[in-house]
């Protein structure tokens, strides 16, 4: 009950319970240019039920979770040496949720999955895991590298050692579910991962891991793919080979090899990330022991991609959190999302929160085509992957922290979810690749794969056939001309600046083209969405400029460029 000595309207307004797919009302139309009709008709029943359990359920199980973070435990109380990780309830069921009930991480790779007859394609996989996100990131890491490191064993691994393992990585039952992790990462190897001392010593048929392994996220995880260096391999990457590492061998002993310790970290809690000492631990080469760090590469992109929907997700419920919030709260006797300057900042987070699903749903888009045989979408997803993993998990970090700031002081406290998202959001520029590293790989893209040579018309394909479409075209111009004598000159110091100017002439590009499909039906917000974009991360700008020339205050302005009718649009329910 709440104190009668607050007035009704001075209440705190509480979000919990809010359906998170249905708090976001253009997601069905999007979705509808992404999944042909039958599917996406499939769908949307799913993606309410998983909107309803984000939003009130699993919310409540992922505050719990990271309240309760993993330990590991050595030794039986009987003294037998074994170790194990325990996980808390909380973490057990969202676990249900993603691996069982909506099969998240199998429905890439077999029929069945959510009813439907065939596997799911990738907008159909990230669609759901954008919902589910929004409750629970930590548990997505997991979810990620079953997924990934399945897509890399079907593609390299040899026919028995797939027939072995997918029924397990492709189960729904818990009980009868593998789940997967990747180690890679030691003390001398990270961004370098050159630097692997790990020996992978020939022992008959099989191998033997000697090594430390210094981050190892999803710990106990029953397969991990594993980077080693096989005695008188050369040094740097061409010497790694890839294997995959069993947690129990066949005859249902443990392998050789401890965790040392959990990390203890400042966000996904809940879930287990630690070091791991390989003491002469069985494992199978997979494909080429020449190509490992080649093959590795399609597990790392995958987990790339999924951290930019990840971000994507975390940035469109700190959205609507914020949303929320200037809705139903007041200040100085006015809603809060009246008053311009709140706003202005609800328009900066929505920029960037749209831009990330924009490039995310089109790269699922380029990923689906790519794996059909699509060379020329082979070369888009492979630039596009790296650019949604370096600018959406960057912009993460400052919507996440925006959106704390429009719900005050509470935002700042653990029983809401933006500290939480904050956390969670600065990982995701960190793992699997740091910024700087990343927007290194958008260079190698141009360099090794003439990306831009596929991206370029690609983009201009999609651009209006108007006035704006021809301004659009300028600014994709510019930023493909700017990005390519970067990666060719090798002028490392303006890589960031130049795969950030890629990262929204594709987010602007994809959303015109979106507006101008949605259009046809009454709704304009994507196109605006889109010059927003272009004014206000493409143009020139001069920061000392008056309110009327900045973009967005001129974007709320009755006589400004962007009629303030549509930004009504954008901030309406
Ligand atoms: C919670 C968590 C979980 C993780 N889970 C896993 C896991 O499951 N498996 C796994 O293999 N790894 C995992 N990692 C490791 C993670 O991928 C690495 O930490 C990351 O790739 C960076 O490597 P590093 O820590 O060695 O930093 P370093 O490589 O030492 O980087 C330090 C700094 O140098 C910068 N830098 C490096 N090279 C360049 C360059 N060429 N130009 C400019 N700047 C550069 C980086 O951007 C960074 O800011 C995890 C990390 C964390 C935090």
Not at 93 to 107: H, K, N
Not at 109 to 127: I, Q, S
Request: glycine residues 8%; neutral net charge; proline residues 5%.
């Amino acid at each position: 009950m709440k104190s009668e000595l607050i007035p009704p309207q001075q209440a705190l307004p509480d979000s919990r319970g809010i359906n998170l797919y249905e708090a976001d009302p253009s997601f069905p139309a999007l979705l509808a240019l992404y999944l042909d009709a039958k599917l996406h008709r499939h769908l949307l029943p799913h993606l309410e039920r998983m909107g309803v359990l984000a939003g009130d359920e699993l919310d409540e199980l992922a505050a719990t979770a990271d309240r309760n973070p993993p330990a590991l435990h050595h030794r039986t109380r009987a003294g037998e040496e074994r170790q194990w990780i325990e996980r808390h309830p909380a973490y057990r069921r969202l676990e249900q949720v993603a691996f069982g009930d909506f099969g998240l991480a199998a429905m890439s790779h077999r029929a069945g999955v959510l009813g439907w007859p065939e596997p799911l394609p990738p907008a159909a996989k990230y669609a759901l895991s954008y919902v589910y996100v929004q409750a629970e990131f930590g548990l997505c890491c997991p979810l990620s590298m079953t997924d990934s490191l399945t897509r890399t064993l079907r593609k390299y691994g040899d026919a028995a050692l797939v027939a072995r393992y997918l029924p397990g990585l492709t189960a729904q039952d818990l009980d009868a579910l593998t789940q997967g992790s990747m180690f890679m990462t030691e003390q001398g190897a990270g961004s370098d991962v050159g630097g692997v001392v790990t020996r992978a010593v020939k022992d008959g048929e099989d191998w033997r891991l000697y090594g430390e392994k210094w981050f190892c996220s999803n710990t106990d995880a029953g397969l991990a793919m594993v980077l080693a260096r096989p005695d008188g391999a050369p040094a740097g990457t061409k010497g790694l080979a890839l294997f995959l590492l069993p947690r129990v061998l066949a005859d249902g002993t443990p392998n050789s090899y401890r965790i040392v310790r959990l990390k203890d970290k400042l966000g996904t809690r809940d879930m287990p990330s630690g070091e791991i000492l390989l003491e002469g631990a069985r494992a199978f080469l997979v494909g080429d022991p020449a190509r490992g760090f080649v093959q590795m590469t399609d597990m790392i992109n995958m987990s790339r991609l999924s951290n930019g929907m990840r971000a994507a997700g975390m940035m469109r419920r700190a959205l609507t959190e914020a949303l929320f919030v200037a809705r139903n709260r007041v200040a100085f006797g006015r809603q809060l999302i009246e008053l311009p300057l709140m706003r202005r900042q609800l328009l900066k987070i929505m920029l960037a929160a749209e831009a990330a699903r924009s490039v995310m749903l089109h790269t699922a888009y380029e990923l689906h085509n790519a794996d059909a045989g699509d060379d020329g979408a082979r070369r888009r997803t492979r630039i596009l992957t790296p650019l949604i993993k370096f600018r959406a998990c960057r912009d993460a970090r400052r919507a996440t922290g925006d959106a704390m700031e429009v719900r005050g002081g509470c935002g700042y406290i653990e029983e809401w979810s933006d500290a939480r998202l904050v956390r969670d959001a600065h990982l995701g520029s960190i793992w699997e690749g740091t910024s700087n590293v990343v927007a290194l790989d958008v260079m190698r893209a141009i360099r090794r794969e003439g990306a831009l040579d596929a991206l370029q018309p690609a983009l201009e394909e999609m651009l209006p056939k108007d006035a704006f479409g021809e301004t659009l075209r300028a600014s994709v111009g510019r930023a493909v001309a700017f990005a390519d004598e970067v990666a060719n000159k090798r002028e490392e110091i303006h890589s960031r600046q130049a795969a950030t100017g890629l990262y929204y002439a594709v987010a602007a590009a994809v959303l015109a083209s979106e507006g101008s499909r949605l259009a046809a039906t009454g709704d304009a917000r994507r196109l605006l969405l889109s010059a927003l974009v272009l004014q206000h991360r493409l143009q020139p700008r001069d920061p000392l400029a008056r309110a009327s020339e900045d973009r967005f205050a001129a974007a709320l302005l009755p006589e400004a460029a962007v009629p303030h009718e549509q930004v009504n649009q954008l901030l309406k329910k």
